[in-house]
């Protein structure tokens, strides 16, 4: 295909320009329309009663105290929800030899996890339902609970039936690696700690599910980013026809890839509301969130690197175990993120010597599943600080190792040794942009005085390769069906306004900005003039939505070719009025105008009204098409890989083990930008997500898998005074796949940051000698490296 070439100097030229959203001022007045915002009439509302062991069979349960209370609609136990709601299992086709235990809404004979929900309870109001809960006497016979991935791999089964805890494994082996390590002048071996950690949403999870009896036909306004995903979910479960549910997602406080896994309550107030035949809500609270939200990151990372003495790196072998709760999540499944860590692992460097295994483990804790980003920081920070380990041993400076093994930018496309296909990377002009950005040799100056002083400051860097825009074979193999096509439907309003319906969702990430600009750029049209229409199934086309960074090079190319189909038939039927050529004719700034010298001759919204009010005025047999349905779905390579560099500077108390963030820079190509603006609000937003891995967030669980953090008063979240100033460049590789050119960036920023932070503290402490390979990297850890504690 040809790349899209704009220009930001022709009239109504939108894409690359930095364009305010549309719906901020509405946001920020309080006037969001969330699902929380929601009342129905005769709409009920749902509390759970939650295990409290981490493991354990369920021998008895005693509603009838709570049922009788005043306000009480139902109470509902696994087996009631079981006789409506088949069960799902957790895996994906092309993960070969993967097993998860079957899942309903409540658990019938065994608690796996502290937090499961056990009983539902609906009732008047959230209050009655949360004191009936009280009421709610449940015998568990506790069992050992298998918290640590070491001791569910050679403990007995948590799911009985599957025989032992390993979910999944694989093996890649490209050749070469022993061969590697038995000639390399210096092997490096570390092994890493992720420590788990989750979403933290401005809005936790919610749904209103509103089941009609009359109609066999269910409501559900969720908190999503994926509706169409649930509407086959709720459709393919629950019995009810696929065209007689609906799923409405409206304003979304943030999801980070939270709200597209299947929730238990969620599926539990769709049966209550099945069963009940009215209007059930269910909005998890803070706490709630922490003991059932996904949670991500929990890896084990053993890793070696085979380098020669000139710095050249000739292989790499890894071993990873990732922990993921007690099943695999629904339809998207735990194993991604384990896959994608040891598939992304040294992916920017030219070497083809590589091993690795994978092991994804049940355990007694919260589901663990795809978060912003998936398995991006782990690889990245195991391959980054495997890379700067090597050059403080060789006493190379960190760019000039990155620069010896840097797969040059002229060499694509390539393939990489764990079977990935690379279309066009640019990892050494974003190394060299972000050495000039960091002013590295002035800082390089700047900390050797400061450590004459005691004050010790590190400076760390770190190269990522971000999948983004994933092809239909990635998610469409069993499980729930999962789209990687996206729709749009854009039609000329009778006032001469564009509407465009389209699949791809908002979350708060700019999504529907960026279609807007697209739309208006390739129509000619003013950006306000363009309504965008975004999350619901009825009323949009179906697609795969907002996941994956895929929103502006899917959906972004959908919109774009919606948009030109719909130009070049308003061109037609303009040059029928008016007695012309359509080729002679452009539409610039909401009018048809003559394409050589711009000159106006009828405004969009006389042709619309001749259209649709006159159009006896037109040649016989002309059929006015104002309104067009496209559907697009990538081509090409099976993935649009962005990639870019990432820098940090970093000033460490060895008495305290405090850390101050200083600086921190990104250099990043995401391919054709759409809207700058919101390509740094989404670079800055990930990078405060990865120093908070790096720094402050994880679920901490002690032996009987208590979690024993779950709220904002003990789980740390970065907040703005610990943040530093982040510096963003770009550059711009198009993707060829698509006319747009565009690819994603909203986990760019989330990539590489623990990542530089941990090569950040590391060169701090080098004269030391002491190394973190474990985050967060907490004061008590960085002392207890320093031999301080």
Known sequence: MNVFAGSLDRPNSYIGRSVSRPNAKRLLEGKGRYVTDLVLPRMLYAAFVRS??????????????????????????????????????????????????????????????????????????????????ELVMIDIEEMPALADPAEAMSGGAISEELGDNLCFSMKLDAGGVDEALEAADLTVEQSFIFGRHTAVTLEPRAIVADYDPSENRLTAHHATQTPYQFQDVYSRHFGIPEANVRVIAPDIGGSFGMKLHVYHEEMAAVGASILLGRPVKYVADRMESFVSDIHARDHRVTARLAVGKDGRITGMEVDDVTAIGPFSSYPRTSAVEGNQVVRLMGAPYDFSAYRAKLSVVFQNKVQASQYRAVGHPIACAVTECMVDKAARELALDPFDIRVRNLIPDDSYPRKSPTGYQFEKLSHEICLSRLRSLMNYESLRAEQAKLREKRILRGIGIALFVEITNPSPAFYGVGGARISAQDGAVVKLTPSGEVHCAISVTEQGQGTETIIGQIVADQLGVDRAKVRLMTGDTDMTPHGGATWACRGAGIGGETALQAARRLKANLLSIAGLILQAQPGELDIREDWIVEAATGQQRISLAEVARIAFFRSDTLPPGTQAQLSVAHHYAPQGYPFAFTNGAQGSLVEVDVETGFVKILRHWVVEDCGRIINPLLVDEQIRGGVVQGLGAAFFEECLYNAEGQLTNGSLADYLVPMACEMPDIEISHVETPTRDTELGAKGVGEAGTAAASAAAMNAVNDALARHGAVLSQIPMTPARILKALGKI
């Open 52 to 133: 409290p062991y981490a493991h354990g069979r369920i021998l008895s349960i005693d509603t009838d105290e709570a049922a009788a209370l005043a306000g009480v609609r139902a109470v509902f136990t696994g087996k009631d929800l079981a006789a409506i709601c088949t069960p799902w299992i957790g895996t994906l086709d092309h993960f070969k030899n993967m097993k998860s235990p079957p899942q309903m809404p409540l658990p019938t004979e065994k608690v796996t996890w502290s937090g499961q929900p056990v009983v539902l309870i609906v009732a008047d109001s959230r209050a009655i339902a949360e004191d009936a809960a």
